[in-house]
């Protein structure tokens, strides 16, 4: 069996705000494995931005508190000064944010940014510059040449997150962190985008954190999938698993609201109600107010994190007894 490449171990991220603490991870377990697509599915403000920024050290420092481990090819990431994180942002873990014009300097050239990215492994500039023109060739940029010489205002927002992507990809991470990497996209460039994740996958083996809101794009690109609410992680298992058998309530909810015959559509905006915030960690389901079987004991206890099968696990009393039946 191929070993973890990232673990985390009862992660949990508490943010000070006025009037206490917010808790936006409580206690979340997650794997994923070398070449490995895993899909973080959750509504607005579950906390899987925070989660990956958690990964690559990138809270906004200051106001929160974390607790847990973030175990990466063996070894916890907290443990790690904040220049030895920076050997591993890039070339180890890479990171595709929702909106790339934020994350490119608007004063030099899209080819200039990724060749820069390339440099810092110590390559000769011309083979650099041709890296690029192949990369971009890669990420099916159309006009791959002109447009490496373009500035970032001058292309699409589908043409910057290929510039992403291909930055991305210079420096061969084992891990690619995305971060809804197409919600700005229309719905083809989003397809060919998704195209170009899946395809790195195949070509450099690269694992790769997909989080989203579509609950449909999940089935065309995940090998695993994990749900979030409110900060938890409430289900998580094989793709084919979590469509075919899913457990949690939350889970069934979402798959019921997909629309019959294809699982191609489906943004998270169907169930009544909205996440809570959590101000107060005290005990019971945060799914309750919401949950249609929710019982007393929902709003007085805590339900476990308990294996249903064979890597599927739930946070759900109902999954706990009919485990102990
Ligand atoms: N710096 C911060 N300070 C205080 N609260 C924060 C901070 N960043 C995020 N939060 C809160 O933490 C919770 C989780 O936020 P997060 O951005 O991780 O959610 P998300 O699942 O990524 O949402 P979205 O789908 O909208 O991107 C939210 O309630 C959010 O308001
Ligand atoms: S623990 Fe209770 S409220 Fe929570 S999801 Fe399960 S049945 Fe619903
Ligand atoms: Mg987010």
Redesign the pocket.
């Known amino acids: 069996m191929s070993e973890d490449l990232l673990r985390l171990e009862h992660l949990s991220i508490d ?1 000070k ?1 006025k009037g206490g603490y ?1 808790s ?1 991870v409580n206690d979340v377990n997650l794997k994923i494995k070398k070449g490995e697509i895993l899909a973080v599915v ?10 990956a920024h958690s990964i690559m050290n990138l809270l ?1 420092g200051g ?2 508190s974390v607790e847990g481990r973030i175990m990466f090819r063996g070894e916890n990431l907290r443990d790690y000064s904040w220049s030895e994180m920076e050997k591993i942002r890039g070339k180890h873990i890479g990171m595709i944010f ?1 909106n790339p014009l934020d994350s490119l300097n608007p004063v030099y050239t899209t080819g200039d940014q990724v060749q820069e990215a390339i440099l810092m492994d110590k390559v000769d500039k011309v083979i650099a510059w041709q890296k690029v023109c192949d990369l971009f060739n890669d990420v099916k940029m159309p006009d791959a040449e002109t447009r490496a010489r373009s500035f970032p205002h001058e292309l699409s927002g589908g043409m910057r997150q290929r510039v992403m992507i291909a930055m991305m990809l210079s420096r061969e991470p084992e891990l690619l962190i995305a971060d ?1 990497p197409t919600t700005a996209l229309d719905v083809t460039i989003e397809a060919q985008i998704l195209e170009i994740i899946k395809d790195l996958k195949h070509t450099h083996n690269t694992a790769i954190m997909m ?1 989203t ?1 579509n609950f449909g794009l999940v089935a065309e690109v995940a090998d695993k999938v994990a749900v ?1 609410y409110a ?1 938890e992680l409430i289900e998580y298992a094989d793709v084919f698993e979590i469509f075919e058998n899913p457990q949690h309530p939350y889970t069934k909810l979402l798959m019921k609201a997909l629309p019959r015959g294809t699982k191609k559509e489906g943004r998270l905006q169907i169930i009544d109600g909205s996440v809570p ?1 959590i101000l107060d960690k005290k005990p019971g389901c945060r799914f309750a107010n919401r949950c249609p079987y929710a019982q007393e004991r929902c709003f007085n206890e805590t339900p476990r994190e308990v294996e249903v099968a064979e890597d599927h696990t739930c946070r759900c009393f109902l999954a706990e007894e009919k485990k102990e039946v």
Do not use: F, W
Not at 42 to 51: A, F, R
């Open positions: 943010y705000v917010l936006a959750g509504e607005s403000g579950c906390g899987k931005s925070t989660v906004p106001n929160e929702q809804e989080i809101h979030m900060g915030r």
